[in-house]
């Protein structure tokens, strides 16, 4: 990839200017790359994390065309086909995607992004405002209420355990551990 994440950042910043949105994309780019190199893809983590970091482009200036913008504006930025086709392809079934997931990239994007906005609130209700010291008995009880965090689909939280051969119990695991790992950089890189 000829794009460096700093140009990438700044064109995700150019299409997205609510600090919520940036605080997404980088949570969803440490979470990327904690799992790339979690599940055997070390040699792969930059790409995972700029997928990860780019995912939303489209969302804050297109919500109601979310993944169908996106091509557009990442291929202005000078992302390749392989690239926006794995961006696109988190909201296959959704968004009007034709992007299917299918490379377990692809697959933990499309598991993992509503799951980190679900884990991100259920932080911010906590004492310490923190996933660091979250217990995956808390989050599943915070999962169980569908009025807490409506926006975050358990359904497809769901859908992208199954995707992965994975118990749903798994997920919600190394996504918190995930989180975990990048929390503070996050936090730095919005201060």
């Given amino acids: 990839m000829n794009i460096t994440r700093e140009e990438a950042l700044a064109?995700?910043?150019?299409?997205?200017?609510?600090?919520f949105h940036i605080i997404h994309a980088l949570t969803v780019e440490g979470v990327m790359r904690w799992y790339a190199n979690d599940l055997g893809f070390a040699d792969q983590a930059d790409y995972w994390a700029m997928?990860?970091?780019?995912?939303?482009?489209?969302?804050?200036?297109?919500?109601?065309?979310?993944c169908v913008r996106a091509p557009e504006l990442l291929r202005a930025g000078g992302f390749d086909d392989k690239f926006i086709a794995s961006v696109c392809s988190h909201g296959w079934g959704l968004t009007g995607s034709?992007?299917?997931?299918?490379?377990?990239?692809e697959k933990v994007l499309f598991a993992a992004d509503e799951l980190t906005g679900l884990i991100g609130a259920a932080a911010r209700m906590r004492p310490s405002k923190s996933c660091m010291d979250m217990e995956l008995s808390s989050?599943?009880?915070?999962?169980?209420?569908?009025?807490?965090?409506?926006?975050?689909s358990r359904d497809v939280?769901?859908?992208?355990?199954?995707?992965?051969?994975?118990?749903?119990?798994?997920?919600?695991?190394?996504?918190i551990e995930a989180m975990r790992s990048c929390?503070?950089?996050?936090a730095a890189q919005t201060e």
């Fill in 98 to 105: 034709q992007h299917q997931p299918e490379h377990v990239m």
């Fill in 139 to 152: 989050l599943k009880k915070k999962f169980k209420d569908k009025k807490f965090a409506a926006g975050c």
């Fill in 157 to 175: 939280i769901k859908q992208g355990a199954e995707k992965l051969g994975w118990e749903l119990d798994t997920l919600l695991e190394k996504t």
């Fill in 183 to 186: 929390e503070a950089e996050v």
């Fill in 51 to 66: 997928v990860g970091l780019m995912h939303d482009i489209d969302f804050e200036e297109y919500p109601d065309e979310h």
């Fill in 11 to 19: 064109l995700l910043k150019k299409h997205n200017r609510e600090v």
